[in-house]
């Protein structure tokens, strides 16, 4: 399945606990869109986030945060994982 990296710049006020919430709701959403969200990061300085998921497209994975909490993200970028 295509891996991809979404970003959301959202400035002010982004805190790791806001983040781990939003996430949880990811998880709780996925499953019926064939997503998997595998990690997050979280820039609180510059308000900006991170998110590392599994999906069958770029849309799908924005769906996902759509219904899960409405944060979608500014861009996604579809990555290969290297060591």
Known sequence: MPLFMDVH???D?????DV???HAADLATQGAHDVNYLRYWVD???????CLVEAPDAEAANTVHR????LVADHI???K???
Not at 13 to 17: E, F, L, S, Y
Not at 67 to 70: L, R, V
Request: overall charge negative.
């Open 81 to 83: 994982e290297g060591s």
């Open 77 to 79: 970028f579809e990555v």
């Open 44 to 50: 609180e300085a510059k308000g900006q986030i991170f």
């Open 67 to 70: 219904e899960a909490h409405g």
């Open 13 to 17: 006020g982004v805190t790791m606990d």
């Open 20 to 22: 781990a919430k939003a």
């Open 9 to 11: 710049a959202l400035g």
